[in-house]
C-alpha cells in the first residue's frame, strides 16, 4: 500500500501528561508536558535510558494508557475517535500471543478484529508471513516459535490492518544480525512508500540508519527532537547521545 505524502501531520501531541497514583494515594508522573509533532511520511525515534518513559510514551500515543491531561490527534481526529485509531498499527515491546494457535490462525483472527474480509484476510496473511520469513512456520503453534520468530511474528500482526501510522517498541530486541537487517528493511521500505513509522529503540546504530528525525526522551520529559544529522553532528549516534543525556541524569 502506498500512502500519499503531505504536510499534513499524521500525528499531533499537545500538553501531554501521564500521572499514576501509588500507595497513600502519592501521584507519579511519569510524562510531563510532551509536545510535538510528526509529518506524514515521516519516521521519527525515540531514544532514552531506561525507565525514561518511552514505552510508556508509544503506549498512551495508541490508546492504551489513557493520559492524565493532553490531546492525541492522528490525520486531524482525536485519537479517542475509532476512525482515529483504525489508522494505527502497533507492535509492543514484549508481543503477546495465543501460544496454543499458529502464526496464521493469529494473523487470520487480528484479520478479524480489523473487520476485513476472510479472502483480503488470508492473502494478507500470507504476504506477510512471507515477508518476515516464518512461510515455512505457519502451522507452527506459536508456543514453539524462539525469541526472533515472535518478534517478527509481532511486526506482522502490526501490519495486518494495513496502518497508516506505525508504532514500533523495540522492534529489533532480540533478533539474529540476519533479522535485523530484514526487518530494517521492510520498515524503510514502507516508510519510503509513505506509511509514517514511530519507534523506539535502545540500538542506536540501527535507529541512526533509519531516522529522519530523533527525540530524546529524559525523566518523562521530550528534552530534544530534530533531524538525525543536526543531533549527531558527525559522531556516531551512541557517543552523541551519552554526551547529550549525561549531564542531564
Do not use: W
Not at 484479520?111 to 512471507?130: P, V
Not at 533478533?175 to 519510503?192: M, V
Not at 553532528?233 to 543525556?245: C, H, P, R, S, W
Amino acid at each position: 500500500m502506498v500512502v500519499e505524502k503531505t504536510t499534513q501531520p499524521a500525528l499531533a501531541v499537545k500538553n501531554l501528561t501521564h500521572r499514576y497514583t501509588t500507595g497513600l494515594r502519592r501521584q507519579t508522573t511519569v510524562l510531563h508536558n510532551i509536545n510535538f509533532e510528526v509529518i506524514t511520511g515521516e519516521l521519527v525515534s525515540f531514544i532514552g535510558v531506561n525507565g525514561a518513559g518511552k514505552t510508556t510514551l508509544l503506549k498512551t500515543l495508541v490508546g492504551i494508557t489513557k493520559p492524565s491531561r493532553g490531546q492525541i490527534q492522528v490525520f486531524g481526529q482525536d485519537l479517542n475517535r475509532p476512525t482515529a485509531r483504525q489508522t494505527i498499527g502497533f507492535m509492543p515491546e514484549s508481543p503477546a500471543f495465543y501460544d496454543n494457535i499458529s502464526a496464521r490462525q493469529f494473523l487470520l483472527a487480528v484479520g478479524g478484529m480489523f473487520g476485513l474480509a476472510k479472502d483480503i484476510s488470508r492473502q494478507r496473511a500470507t504476504d506477510l508471513l512471507l515477508e518476515v520469513r516464518l512461510e515455512h512456520n505457519d502451522r507452527q503453534a506459536i508456543r514453539t516459535f524462539s525469541k526472533g520468530m515472535r518478534q517478527r511474528l509481532g511486526f506482522a500482526q502490526s501490519l495486518m490492518g494495513e496502518p497508516k501510522l506505525l508504532f514500533l517498541d523495540e522492534p529489533l530486541d532480540g533478533l539474529d544480525p540476519l533479522g535485523r537487517i530484514e526487518l530494517k528493511q521492510s520498515i524503510i521500505k514502507r516508510q519510503q512508500a509513505g506509511l509514517t513509522v514511530v519507534l523506539c529503540s535502545h540500538i542506536l546504530s540501527d535507529i541512526a540508519q533509519m531516522s529522519d528525525r530523533i527525540g530524546i526522551i529524559n525523566r518523562g520529559q521530550l528534552l530534544h527532537l530534530a533531524s538525525t544529522n543536526s543531533f549527531t553532528k558527525g559522531k556516531d549516534l551512541e557517543q552523541a547521545f551519552v554526551d547529550y543525556i549525561t549531564p542531564k541524569l
